[in-house]
Every structure is written in structure tokens, then in C-alpha cells.
């Protein structure tokens, strides 16, 4: 006979959905032996979809400098203790170069809100990567801007917009972030990025200080409403330089949960297994893998730099040059069963029944 929880999972599976209530039982109360059949459900339809390719991100952190003080990042602000850097714009076109010898078609330029790249000088970093590399896909990851700024990239080339809602709570939004920052804003410019013609990633962090499953199922809710093309989820880890510096991280199981579920909520989502997963388990990524992600975003930055761009403590791949990094991964990759796809990686509407 089928558990409750196996019922919840076909009926996620067939409909797409489940009764609030249904969620959060999912979530407390799945057992391993269930986890291995939402998991398999989620590889089902993820093959389904996307077959066993896994996209490459070439990401770039072209600086650590920013203007906001999220009492959970590394590069904050207030944060005093960490070395500020900002790439020049030939050295970011070098790791675009680079990374477009070694497969790459996606560039994901992801900062702190750094004053110093204006609009004009974002517009023509995208205009230079999009004249080298026209097969390319270039994604931006900047933070809070204006309709117009937003729009002005949009018109230069860029492709895709990553910023993650973090939560859908007000309230746990305002735990997280100083009164200066919003909720309802950064939701506004989730919706005009989409109303623009982006292809726009959400998400958040599993574990983050004060979360609680009400709220996550609030955020399987705002997701559902918002239909991003991609959701970056990844554990909190805490910095110790940072007000949430002595809290607990995000669970491991948590993490793959919300991933499989997420996959079977939006079957042709763009899902990264993403770095913080890497760095809480020495195979995160892999089992991120296994639970229905299907992008890996890979770091382009200079080695230089690599430690500087410290969101959270312990980050993995900190020493090591992008060839390495794309070797390493193709053979992670390859070890779950999948392979390495070498194209945009675009994300594929799949009509939901
Ligand atoms: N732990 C995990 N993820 C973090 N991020 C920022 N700080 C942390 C942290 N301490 C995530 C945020 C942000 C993305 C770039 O990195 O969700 O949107
Ligand atoms: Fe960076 Fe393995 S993916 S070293």
C-alpha cells in the first residue's frame, strides 16, 4: 500500500501541485525510502524534458563591492573584513573568451550593486560579449534596478536575469534584510523582468535564519504564481563576518526535497545544483543532480579574485583555474549518468496538463 506520502508525490506529479496543508507534511515528515521515490519521480520527468544533458554557466563575480548590508551575505556592505575587488571590463571579456574555449555558451556577469557599473557601462560589456560570441547567452545577476535600466540591457543583448526573491514572506524578508530593502520591490522587479522578455531566475535559500515551512510553501507558491525559468535554491551557510554569522546552515535533505519537488511543480524548469549545495556536501551537486536539477554554473572569475567573492564561508572551487573546474565537473557529471551539453541551455515550455 502507498504511504501518504507516496500519494502526495503522484499527485504532485500528475497535477503539478498540492494542497498547502499536503506541502508541508511532504516536508516534515518524508522519510529516505519516500525521498528515493520523489527523487526518482523528479529524474522521470526532468529526463523527460531535458533528457540527460546538464547546462554549463560560465559564472563571472566581477566584483565584490555593493551597496546593501543582507545580514546573511558575505560581501555586505558593513562587512569590513573581506578585501574589495572590481574586474576591468577587459579582464571580464578575457574570462568570457576563455570560458567560450572551454564550452561555455552562457556568461552570468553576477555582482554586488556596485555604483561604479553604470548602465552604460553594463550595456557595453553585454553589446562586447554578444559581438564575440553571438551563439552565446549572456545572463545578468546585479541586484535592484530601475524599469529603465533593466530595460536599456534588455535592448543591449542580455539574454536572462538572475535575482533570487530569497523569500516570499514579508516578514521573514524583513528578518533578512535591512529596512531599506523590500519584499514587495524586489518581487516588482521580478515581474517587470518577465514583462520586459527575460528569461528570469527566482529562488531562495533553504535554512535561512527564521525560516519556516509556512514560509517555504509560500515560496512553492510565489514560484508557481511567477513561473520563473529558472530557480536557483541553494542551503544557508553562515559567514562569520556577517550578523547571521553563528547561525545554523541549511539541511542537506531539505535542499534535495525542495529541489525534486520543484522539478515535479515546473517539469521544464532551468534547476542548478548549485555551489552552497557543493560546499555542505563533498557530492551535493551530484545528488543535486539526482534530485532534478540539470544546470551546473561553473566559475569563470580570475584566480585572483575567487576567495574575495566569499557570500558564505567554506565556498568550494576558491583555488582552482576554470579549466579545472570544467574538467572536474564533467567528470561529476558524468559519474551521476549524465553529460556535459555544450549549447545555451534555453529553457524549454513544456504545456502543462
Ligand atoms: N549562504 C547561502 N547563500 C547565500 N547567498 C547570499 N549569502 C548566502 C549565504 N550566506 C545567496 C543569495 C543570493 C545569491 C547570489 O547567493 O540567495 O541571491
Ligand atoms: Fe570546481 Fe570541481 S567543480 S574544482
Known amino acids: 500500500m502507498a504511504t501518504k506520502n507516496e500519494e502526495r508525490i503522484k499527485r504532485l506529479t500528475e497535477t503539478h501541485n498540492l494542497p498547502r496543508e499536503d506541502f508541508k507534511q511532504l516536508l516534515s515528515t518524508l522519510t529516505d525510502d519516500e525521498a528515493e521515490i520523489l527523487y526518482a519521480a523528479a529524474r522521470r520527468v526532468r529526463e523527460a524534458v531535458y533528457g540527460k544533458a546538464?547546462?554549463?554557466?560560465?559564472?563571472?563575480?566581477?566584483?565584490?563591492?555593493?551597496?546593501?548590508?543582507c545580514y546573511y551575505?558575505?560581501?555586505?556592505?558593513?562587512?569590513?573584513?573581506?578585501?574589495?575587488?572590481?574586474?576591468?571590463?577587459?579582464?571580464?571579456?578575457?574570462?568570457?573568451?576563455?570560458g567560450y574555449d572551454l564550452d561555455f555558451r552562457t556568461f552570468v556577469l553576477?555582482?554586488?550593486?556596485?555604483?561604479?557599473?553604470?548602465?552604460?557601462?553594463?550595456?557595453?560589456?553585454?553589446?562586447?560579449?554578444?559581438?564575440?560570441?553571438?551563439?552565446?547567452?549572456?545572463?545578468?545577476?546585479?541586484?535592484?534596478?530601475?524599469?529603465a535600466s533593466y530595460r536599456a540591457y534588455f535592448e543591449a543583448g542580455a539574454d536572462r536575469y538572475l535575482l533570487r526573491h530569497e523569500t516570499?514572506?514579508?516578514?521573514h524578508y524583513r528578518m533578512l534584510h535591512p529596512p531599506e530593502l523590500s519584499g514587495e520591490n524586489r518581487k516588482r522587479c521580478l515581474k517587470?523582468?518577465?514583462?520586459?522578455?527575460?528569461?528570469?531566475?527566482?529562488?531562495?535559500?533553504?535554512?535561512?535564519?527564521?525560516?519556516?515551512?509556512?514560509?517555504?510553501?509560500?515560496d512553492l507558491m510565489f514560484m508557481r504564481e511567477l513561473q520563473p525559468e529558472m530557480i536557483g535554491i541553494g542551503p544557508f551557510i553562515p559567514q562569520k563576518d556577517t550578523p547571521f554569522g553563528t547561525q545554523a546552515q541549511g539541511s542537506l535533505e531539505m535542499t534535495l526535497h525542495l529541489l525534486a519537488?520543484?522539478?515535479?511543480?515546473q517539469p521544464d524548469v532551468l534547476l542548478p545544483a548549485t555551489t552552497a549545495l557543493g560546499t555542505i556536501d563533498p557530492i551535493g551537486r551530484e545528488k543535486g543532480i539526482l534530485a532534478g536539477a540539470n544546470v551546473v554554473m561553473p566559475n569563470l572569475s580570475p584566480t585572483?579574485?575567487?576567495?574575495?567573492?566569499?557570500?558564505?564561508?567554506?565556498?568550494?572551487?576558491?583555488?582552482?583555474?576554470?579549466?579545472?573546474?570544467?574538467?572536474?565537473?564533467?567528470?561529476?557529471?558524468e559519474r551521476t549518468g549524465y553529460y556535459v551539453a555544450v549549447d545555451r541551455g534555453d529553457h524549454i515550455a513544456v504545456q502543462q496538463s
Request: net charge neutral; glycine share 8%.
Open 261 to 265: 519537488i520543484i522539478r515535479l511543480m
Open 110 to 147: 553576477q555582482g554586488g550593486e556596485d555604483p561604479a557599473y553604470s548602465d552604460a557601462r553594463i550595456c557595453n560589456l553585454v553589446r562586447e560579449i554578444k559581438a564575440r560570441h553571438p551563439d552565446c547567452a549572456v545572463t545578468l545577476s546585479i541586484g535592484e534596478k530601475s524599469e
Open 168 to 171: 516570499a514572506n514579508p516578514e
Open 192 to 218: 517587470t523582468l518577465k514583462a520586459i522578455g527575460y528569461q528570469v531566475g527566482a529562488g531562495m535559500m533553504v535554512g535561512s535564519p527564521g525560516q519556516t515551512l509556512d514560509y517555504l510553501v509560500d
Open 304 to 333: 585572483s579574485v575567487r576567495g574575495k567573492y566569499l557570500l558564505y564561508d567554506g565556498k568550494i572551487c576558491t583555488g582552482d583555474e576554470a579549466a579545472e573546474c570544467r574538467r572536474c565537473m564533467a567528470l561529476r557529471i
Open 54 to 69: 546538464v547546462y554549463l554557466r560560465g559564472l563571472i563575480e566581477f566584483t565584490n563591492v555593493c551597496k546593501n548590508n
Open 73 to 98: 551575505c558575505g560581501i555586505r556592505r558593513d562587512n569590513a573584513r573581506i578585501s574589495r575587488y572590481r574586474l576591468d571590463d577587459e579582464t571580464i571579456l578575457d574570462c568570457c573568451d576563455q
